[in-house]
């Protein structure tokens, strides 16, 4: 089965700029979502179909995919932002949605 | 407002069952698809079923053959029944919604605790 793995965590000072990356086989060829997920709390979306971002989520979020890494990109960080970070993608092999194992963004 | 709401979740012994639920309100529950995810405490998130506008539904292979999701549009409910349940299947089950199926999921509930030891 396709296997998405991303960094246990990511340490940023706030105001600077975290990526949070994604890696998996041919990865660009795949739509990637991602999602936010505070300690208690549900998920949310944050970036989806690689870059767009759903309404009331801010410009500072980002994303990118391309080759064998996806990367969610926070400017900007603020001491809200600090969250477990998802990334899932559709495995059309498996017919299974896959997500990653998680990173948790820490602000320091 | 988009609410879904999970319920059922409880403690049940290794190879019983259980039935979650997930009232929807606050958009037209018949034109999304419709998911369950779970996580275990400290742990990642895991795709658990998905059932599609037309009542097509889809498993991974850690489930199939125990689980099965329906959903009731007129009830705006979602369901899923797990049997032959295993310690491994302990975890937070959520339900969460896409316009389409290869959309991202856009709304999740708060989720339901299910606890499965003897």
């Known amino acids: 089965s396709y296997v998405l793995t991303q960094p246990p965590s990511v340490s940023v000072a706030p105001g600077k700029t975290a990526r949070i990356t994604c890696g998996g086989n041919?990865?660009?060829?795949?739509?990637v979502h991602w999602y936010q997920q505070k300690p208690g709390q549900a998920p949310v979306l944050v970036i989806y179909?690689?870059?767009d971002r759903p309404s009331g989520i801010p410009e500072r979020f980002s994303g990118s995919n391309s080759g064998n890494t996806a990367t969610l990109t926070i400017s900007r960080v603020e001491a809200g932002d600090e969250a477990d970070y998802y990334c899932?993608?559709?495995?059309?092999?498996?017919?299974?949605?896959?997500f990653g194992g998680g990173t948790k963004l820490t602000v320091l | 407002e988009v609410q879904l709401v999970e319920s059922g979740g409880g403690l049940v012994q290794p190879g019983g069952s259980l039935r979650l639920s997930c009232a929807a309100s606050?958009?037209?529950?018949?034109?999304?698809?419709m998911h369950w995810v779970r996580q275990a405490t400290g742990k990642g998130l895991e795709w658990v079923s998905a059932?599609?506008?037309?009542?097509?539904?889809y498993y991974p292979g850690s489930v199939k053959g125990r689980f099965t999701i329906s959903r009731e549009n007129a009830k705006n409910s979602l369901y899923l029944q797990m049997n032959s349940l295993r310690a491994g299947d302990t975890a937070v089950y959520y339900c969460?919604?896409?316009?389409?199926?290869?959309?991202?999921?856009?709304?999740w509930g708060q989720g339901t605790l299910v606890t499965v030891s003897s």
């Open positions: 179909y690689d870059s």
């Open positions: 969460a919604r896409a316009r389409y199926y290869y959309d991202g999921f856009d709304y």
């Open positions: 041919n990865i660009g060829s795949k739509s």
């Open positions: 606050g958009f037209t529950f018949s034109s999304y698809d």
């Open positions: 899932q993608v559709w495995d059309s092999s498996s017919d299974s949605w896959v």
């Open positions: 059932i599609g506008t037309a009542g097509d539904t």
